[in-house]
């Protein structure tokens, strides 16, 4: 990776960065990938490759800064009910072909959440990710831009309704399904005994 980028070298027009995000009871994973390039216009911004090591390459001098960390952590984030999820950002190696992969803590099981994904709009307006959530019953994508940072993603398969008004729901359409059956049932008998 070249650390010779400048912000208005990165593709703000090209393809979007991504995001995949998960959800496993009151854990959030979430993986944010930005081209090299786009890398490399935010370690410039933020002074990442400031570091005259000759040794150490673009890369190296990316997944090493702690301000392109700082700004990762408080530009990607997830809450629930309005309460942040406490986050951690894994090792920045790997960035390039991996992603950022965080991790958030909830207070309770995931059923929905408020994300934000403000990365890179601060550079570019015209930057936005593309996020796709891997859990059942959410949207399958969402896409977030300068103006529309934080987004609502619903990751129960009921669209959000809890459990005890889904369960409540599918048992009242078993009785009413053996209601029906028995009825016919019925019926067919007591035509079969008039024959």
């Not at 909830?106 to 990365?119: E, H, T, Y």
Request: hydrophobic share 40%.
């Amino acid at each position: 990776m070249a650390a010779s980028a400048t912000p208005a070298s990165a593709h703000p027009f090209g393809p979007p960065a991504t995001a995949r995000i998960s959800v496993a009871g009151s854990h959030v994973a979430l993986t944010w990938l930005a081209s090299p390039d786009d890398l490399v216009a935010l370690g410039v911004a933020k002074g990442a490759f400031a570091d005259p090591a000759p040794e150490l390459t673009g890369e190296q001098k990316l997944q090493r800064s702690t301000v392109v960390r700082d700004y990762l952590i408080s530009k990607i984030t997830v809450s629930q009910g309005g309460r942040p999820c406490a986050g951690q950002l894994a090792s920045l190696v790997g960035v390039t072909d991996q992603g950022a992969r965080f991790t958030f803590d909830c207070p309770r099981k995931v059923d929905d959440l408020d994300v934000n994904i403000g990365a890179l709009v601060d550079l570019d307006a015209n930057y936005r990710t593309v996020v796709t959530a891997d859990t059942q019953g959410a949207p399958t994508q969402k896409l977030f831009t300068a103006t529309t940072t934080t987004q609502h993603l619903s990751f129960s398969a009921s669209g959000g309704k809890p459990a005890t008004v889904v369960g409540l729901a599918v048992g009242l359409a078993i009785g009413v399904v053996a209601g029906i059956g028995g009825f016919v049932a019925l019926r067919v008998r007591r035509r079969s005994k008039s024959s």
